[in-house]
């Protein structure tokens, strides 16, 4: 349920030059951010997504070549008509490769941002909808998480449990439920205070009625512009792992792909190597950011707004 813009009589009169007011935004500027769009880049952004999904879940069954079959081609054979994308030291066709890779790395990116707002998103709403003792205790787990360095944590799981998809998916997933939940929790705290929330308790509804009817379609406002942030981050942290040779071993991702064509004379005779996978996880990660940027930016002013 909306507030209700109440403008009333003009204080001014007929005088041209008087503004309303709303809560102390001008309503010209109002107006002026409710004409604003998403933009051309959005939708670039939006598309490069889409076409790099889609390749990626089709890649079995595209006419391309197997990534793992040396001998495609010649030992680093420039790009061209043959190989668009070249070859790497074992013949291996790159473009393949880079499509395949991308299943990896966009997999890791969505399950462990999924993750990170089904478990942070979770707690976050319950410590800003109950607070006291529930908000103390989460809030502490959150500072907890935060203040261990993510790179040891992530050293220490994948020591410890291997370096398999779903290790790799859970180490991450772990690390963005407390910027998650953080968020989710101070969104909460603002709409708990709201007039439709208020009235809800007043008609008697009950808490989980309140929080999912409630709460979470306002709080997944800001959640979804942090999603797309959020996987941007945890694709570039794949990408880490895997430079410290410690990302997926049941798979190649576009960070292992970089690994493994960062030898000096690799960069040297072959940058088509390392430069295809690096411009395929770059153009991603730059669509991710622009897109969730501009998405909150739409957001916050649709609800301030409305």
Known sequence: MADRLDLGES?????????????????????????????????????????????????????????????????????????????????????????????????????????GLAI??????????????????????????????????????????????KVVCMTLGVLSIAPVGRLARAATLVFAEREFVQASRVLGATHTRIMLRELLPNVLIPMSALALL??????????????????????????KMILLGSAPRTLRDGPWVVMFPIGAMFLTVLALNYAGDRLRQYLDVRELAF
Do not use: C
């Not at 001008?26 to 952004?45: H, K, N």
């Not at 109950?130 to 998480?145: C, E, N, P, Q, Y």
């Open 230 to 255: 959020g996987m941007a981050v945890t694709i570039v942290a794949e990408g880490a792992l895997a430079y410290l040779g410690l990302s997926v071993s049941d798979g190649f991702s576009w960070g």
């Open 11 to 115: 204080a001014g009169g007929n005088d041209p030059l008087h503004v309303p007011v709303v809560e102390g935004y001008p309503m010209a500027a109002l107006d002026t951010t409710l004409g604003r769009r998403l933009g051309a880049g959005f939708w670039v952004s939006v598309g490069w997504l889409v076409v790099i999904v889609t390749v990626a879940a089709l890649a079995p069954w595209l006419p391309i070549a197997d990534p793992n079959e040396t001998g495609y081609g010649g030992r680093m054979d420039r790009p061209g008509w043959a190989t668009w994308f070249g070859t790497d030291t074992n013949g291996r066709d790159m473009f393949s490769r880079t499509i395949w890779g991308a299943r990896v790395s966009l997999t890791v990116g969505f399950v462990a941002i999924a993750a």
């Open 120 to 165: 942070g998103g979770t707690l976050g709403l319950i410590a800003g909808y109950f607070r006291g003792t529930a908000d103390r205790v989460i809030s502490f787990a959150f500072f907890a998480l935060l203040s261990f360095p993510g790179l040891v944590f992530a050293l220490l799981i994948i020591a410890a449990l291997g370096s398999s998809l």
